[in-house]
Structure formats: structure tokens, C-alpha cells
């Protein structure tokens, strides 16, 4: 089959012939016909993440036909049986095991769903990590409820759009932030409420000025800019983190913490059972993910290179013919 190949760090992908896939137990193969980016794997391109192994198949969000049925898949494998924790055996698809970069992928047949039916096999392979990620933020971590207010921090990555369609179809007030102003402005036209540029020093105080305050944060970040949503957190708020990307968080107080009686919840992933919920809520919401780009699978390095850069609105996909 062919498949987008990486064998070694800071080098291209390369677009090859490889192995078909091999299957164990319950496994099928799937004639995938979409994939989609994720940050991840930028970083494993770049040797940023824990693990790497060579050759490897990236790419965690797939949708294609197995049989006559469209389905989309997974992203990950091994949750355990404990809900509220992943275990030590959990992994992500698309490396160490070969991902959705390829025609084809031999899969659990548990990690199959019906591809929801009002979706392309391009906007249903921009949902699963993405996806799962948010919904497990929103809803089982932070418990989001209708009509709370909820802030959504870096909106035009795949998860934070996510989040965001996901609180605003639940009939949330939702705002947003940016360092790029032309992001805020698209996210208002989606609905968003009002929005704020975090590189402006006081972007707590003109976020507080539109909404007074808010129930729900949903953060990708951390960092110095973290400890300003104590600011904004209303009486018994959750703040949900799911990644890492400015670093530590320096001068957080913990006495504004525990005086607003405020949570601090971290979150990644998902189980399969939160995976079929989330794919649920799309259908009956008729959500459409966002997409940014999308490039044919052969073109996989320069899709990689965009992602690289940041500026994206929305999730870049491959096209698998």
C-alpha cells in the first residue's frame, strides 16, 4: 500500500510503498479515505515527543470504508477500565502503532463508529482526537451545563474549535481568545459572543468588561497568562487544561483558588464509551467540524509544514484516493 512514511527526525515524510498491514485478534483493515493533522505530529517530526520509534505511519484521525460501511476511527488504544484515568498501557494511534497516513490500517473492530451521516469522509476524519478531547473537557471533566458562560482559549486549533461548537450547540455564552485578531473576528462569525487578543497585557480585564465572568475555561496552554483566568473564574468555576504549550504557570495564588472555591481539572482523551457520545452529540447537533486545508495525501510534508506555522483556522486534512 502506499503511505506517508517517517524514518528519522527532521526529515521529510516520505511517500512510498509499505507494508500492508498486519492483523492480530479482532483487527480489520479499513480503506481509509481521509486523514487528519494533529500538533502531535509536528512534534514527532521535530523529536518533541516521548517514544519514537521509526519506521512510522503518523496520524491519529482517520475516516474510510470498512466493507460497505463508512466509518470513522478511534485515535487511541488501551484506555483501561478505570474511566476517570487512562491506564499505563494506554496509546495514541499513529505511532508506535502505524496510523491513518496510509490507504489502509488494520484496527480494533471495537474502534469503529458509523461515520455521521451528514458529515464528509473529509470533515469525519477532522473529528476524532480533536473531538474526543473536547468533549471529555466539557463535559465530563468541567460538567458543562446549558446557558453558562465559557471561555475557550486559543480558538483556531482543532480542539478549541471544538469546544467551542461543542459549548455553543448546548446553547453556552461562549467567548474566546486569540493572538490573532482575524481569528477572534471568525470565531464571532460562528457565534461566539466577543473575544480577546491574549498578547494584550490586560485581556482578563477586557474579557471580564464583555462577560463579567465566566463558569467554564477551557485552556490549551498554561503558562505565564494562565493565572489571569483566576480574574475572570466566576464563584465555584472549573478551569479544564488539556495542554501544555506556553510552558509552567508561574504566580498562581492560591488563596484567589480556594476563596472563589474554583477547580483546577486536567484532561486529555477520552474512552471509547465518551467517543460514541461525542460522535452522538455531532449527529443530533448536526456539527461540522472545521477545516482549514486540505491536501492530497502525497502532499503530506507541505500539510505538515502549515501545521508547523501555526496560522490555521481549522483542522488540515489529507486527502487518501
Same mark, same amino acid.
Not at 505511519?57 to 488504544?77: F, I, N, Q, T
Given at each position: 500500500?502506499?503511505?506517508?512514511?517517517?524514518?528519522? &527526525?527532521?526529515?521529510?515524510?516520505? =511517500?512510498?510503498?509499505? #507494508?500492508?498491514?498486519?492483523?492480530?485478534?479482532?483487527?480489520?483493515?479499513?480503506?481509509?479515505?481521509?486523514?487528519?493533522? *494533529?500538533?502531535?505530529?509536528?512534534?514527532? #517530526?521535530?523529536?518533541?515527543?516521548?517514544?519514537?520509534?521509526?519506521?512510522?505511519?503518523?496520524?491519529?484521525?482517520?475516516?474510510?470504508?470498512?466493507?460497505?460501511?463508512?466509518?470513522?476511527?478511534?485515535?487511541?488504544?488501551?484506555?483501561?477500565?478505570?474511566?476517570?484515568?487512562?491506564?499505563?498501557?494506554? %496509546?495514541?494511534?499513529?505511532?508506535?502503532? !502505524?496510523?491513518? $497516513?496510509?490507504?489502509?490500517?488494520?484496527?480494533?473492530? !471495537?474502534?469503529?463508529? *458509523? %461515520?455521521?451521516?451528514?458529515? #464528509?469522509?473529509?470533515?469525519?476524519?477532522?473529528?476524532?482526537?480533536?473531538?474526543? #478531547?473536547?468533549?471529555?473537557?466539557?463535559?465530563?471533566?468541567?460538567?458543562?451545563?446549558?446557558?453558562?458562560?465559557?471561555?475557550?482559549?486559543?480558538?483556531?486549533?482543532?480542539?478549541?474549535?471544538?469546544?467551542?461548537? $461543542?459549548? !455553543?450547540?448546548?446553547?453556552?455564552?461562549?467567548?474566546?481568545?486569540?493572538?490573532?485578531?482575524? %481569528?477572534?473576528?471568525?470565531?464571532?462569525?460562528?457565534?461566539?459572543?466577543?473575544?480577546? *487578543?491574549?498578547?494584550?497585557?490586560?485581556?482578563?480585564?477586557?474579557?471580564?468588561?464583555?462577560?463579567?465572568?465566566?463558569?467554564?475555561?477551557?485552556?490549551?496552554?498554561?503558562?505565564?497568562? $494562565?493565572?489571569?483566568?483566576?480574574?475572570?473564574?466566576?464563584?465555584?468555576?472549573?478551569?479544564?487544561?488539556?495542554?501544555?504549550?506556553?510552558?509552567?504557570?508561574?504566580?498562581?495564588?492560591?488563596?484567589? &483558588?480556594?476563596?472563589?472555591?474554583?477547580?483546577?481539572?486536567?484532561?486529555?482523551?477520552?474512552?471509547?464509551?465518551?467517543?460514541?457520545?461525542?460522535?452522538? $452529540?455531532?449527529?443530533? !447537533?448536526?456539527?461540522?467540524?472545521?477545516?482549514?486545508?486540505? =491536501?492530497?495525501?502525497?502532499?503530506?510534508?507541505?500539510?505538515?509544514? %502549515?501545521?508547523?506555522?501555526?496560522?490555521?483556522?481549522?483542522?488540515?486534512?489529507?486527502?487518501?484516493?
Amino acid at each position: 500500500m502506499k503511505a506517508l512514511v517517517l524514518w528519522g &527526525l527532521k526529515e521529510p515524510l516520505v =511517500y512510498q510503498d509499505f #507494508t500492508d498491514p498486519i492483523l492480530a485478534g479482532d483487527e480489520v483493515i479499513v480503506e481509509l479515505k481521509a486523514a487528519a493533522l *494533529n500538533r502531535r505530529d509536528f512534534y514527532i #517530526t521535530r523529536g518533541m515527543y516521548p517514544g519514537i520509534v521509526f519506521p512510522a505511519v503518523l496520524g491519529s484521525d482517520g475516516a474510510g470504508m470498512y466493507k460497505d460501511r463508512e466509518v470513522v476511527l478511534y485515535p487511541a488504544a488501551d484506555w483501561g477500565g478505570d474511566p476517570a484515568c487512562q491506564s499505563s498501557a494506554f %496509546k495514541i494511534l499513529g505511532m508506535p502503532d !502505524h496510523g491513518c $497516513f496510509a490507504r489502509q490500517i488494520g484496527i480494533r473492530y !471495537h474502534y469503529l463508529f *458509523n %461515520k455521521p451521516a451528514h458529515l #464528509t469522509m473529509q470533515q469525519a476524519a477532522a473529528l476524532p482526537l480533536a473531538g474526543l #478531547t473536547a468533549y471529555r473537557a466539557l463535559f465530563t471533566r468541567a460538567r458543562l451545563q446549558p446557558g453558562e458562560k465559557v471561555l475557550v482559549s486559543g480558538i483556531g486549533g482543532g480542539v478549541a474549535l471544538q469546544a467551542f461548537q $461543542f459549548a !455553543h450547540a448546548l446553547g453556552c455564552e461562549v467567548y474566546v481568545t486569540s493572538g490573532d485578531a482575524g %481569528k477572534i473576528e471568525k470565531a464571532k462569525e460562528m457565534g461566539a459572543m466577543g473575544g480577546a *487578543n491574549y498578547r494584550d497585557e490586560d485581556f482578563a480585564r477586557q474579557l471580564k468588561g464583555m462577560a463579567g465572568g465566566f463558569d467554564v475555561i477551557i485552556d490549551s496552554a498554561g503558562g505565564e497568562g $494562565f493565572a489571569k483566568f483566576l480574574d475572570v473564574i466566576n464563584p465555584g468555576g472549573r478551569i479544564v487544561v488539556y495542554g501544555g504549550t506556553a510552558g509552567k504557570i508561574p504566580n498562581l495564588s492560591p488563596q484567589r &483558588l480556594f476563596w472563589k472555591q474554583a477547580s483546577i481539572l486536567g484532561s486529555t482523551m477520552g474512552t471509547v464509551e465518551e467517543f460514541k457520545k461525542m460522535l452522538d $452529540f455531532i449527529s443530533e !447537533h448536526r456539527i461540522v467540524p472545521v477545516v482549514d486545508s486540505v =491536501y492530497k495525501l502525497e502532499d503530506g510534508n507541505q500539510a505538515i509544514e %502549515k501545521l508547523g506555522k501555526g496560522g490555521q483556522f481549522g483542522k488540515i486534512v489529507l486527502e487518501i484516493e
